[in-house]
């Protein structure tokens, strides 16, 4: 037993996105998507701190939602198309759903980033009407994460451009949904206020204290015992921060593994501070980046 516990793969996840059976929480981020997609409010606004698990939502929604079957969810990208024109967005925007839905290339034709040069129409009058022909009665979801990033494009209008694109698309079909995720410091951008104005918006914010618990027993449940002190140690010093959570019992485990002692207590977990710190490194340079100069 012991030998299989020391062996035993780190559960706790750093920078990466969290899959369903390891993600708690956002219950109250979910019911708003989905009561906002009921009252078909077509376009949503999530936004947050970097690290703060927005990835991890955008995994997640398909699984939180309790309409999640009358909708088909696209996950798409924008950080690394900053740089690029709308038709060539368009274009690969149109590959993506055709892979994440699994359609069938013989059933639909994609739009070439040539053709949609001439005529962008291609996509809202071309292709649209047969992704929503094989998709029967279901709404379409875009799920756009890093919206923002646009701003950091060569081309000074692009953010507008996509953003009047797609929310134009919405006037030819109301099965059409958008959930833009933008980072916090951006709400505030004149550029972004203004395109999101009238936009229904929600933050994704830290965790409460249950699903912060959650989140550090539930991964190691099957070999790390925490006593009740040093979850509260714990919760005190992430504040439910996920990333941050995540870090410190990332450390905790490996230093649990190397120990062998698998019950952790509050003095444990004030042993590993400076560790931890030195891991979420990355992660609190942005943290800090994003706030203003006054909140620092």
């Not at 005529?119 to 992704?131: A, K, M, N």
């Not at 914010?205 to 002190?229: C, F, H, M, Q, W």
Request: with cysteine; net charge negative.
């Amino acid at each position: 037993m012991i030998n299989s516990l020391r062996s035993q793969r780190n559960p706790y996840i750093i920078g990466r996105p969290i899959d369903q059976q390891l993600f708690f929480g956002r219950e109250n981020l979910f019911s708003f998507i989905q009561d906002s997609i009921q009252h078909n409010q077509n376009i949503i606004c999530l936004y947050g701190q970097r690290r703060i698990g927005k990835s991890s939502v955008i995994r997640n929604i398909p699984h939180g939602l309790n309409s999640s079957n009358e909708c088909v969810f696209v996950a798409f990208n924008l950080q690394s198309y900053s740089q690029e024109s709308l038709s060539t967005i368009l274009a690969v925007l149109a590959q993506e759903i055709v892979s994440n839905l699994l359609l069938d290339n013989k059933n639909i034709k994609l739009p070439e980033i040539t053709e949609l040069e001439l005529d962008l129409g291609i996509f809202s009058h071309e292709f649209l009407p047969q992704v929503y022909q094989l998709l029967e009665n279901k709404n379409l979801v875009l799920l756009l994460d890093e919206f923002d990033a646009l701003m950091n494009s060569h081309d000074s209008e692009l953010l507008e451009q996509v953003y009047n694109y797609l929310s134009a698309l919405i006037n030819v079909s109301k099965k059409l949904f958008l959930i833009s995720l933008i980072e916090q410091r951006s709400v505030n951008n004149h550029r972004i206020s203004k395109l999101f104005k009238d936009v229904p918006k929600k933050e994704i914010g830290l965790l409460d204290e249950d699903s912060t618990r959650k989140l550090i027993v539930n991964p190691a449940k099957n070999s790390l015992e925490y006593e009740e002190d040093a979850i509260k140690t714990i919760f005190e010093l992430s504040l439910g921060h996920p990333y941050f959570t995540q870090a410190i019992c990332f450390t905790i485990f490996g230093r649990a593994r190397e120990e062998d002692k698998w019950t952790v207590s509050s003095e444990d977990v004030k042993l590993i501070i400076n560790k931890a710190i030195e891991l979420a490194e990355a992660g609190l340079t942005w943290f800090w980046d994003g706030f203003s100069i006054l909140e620092r």
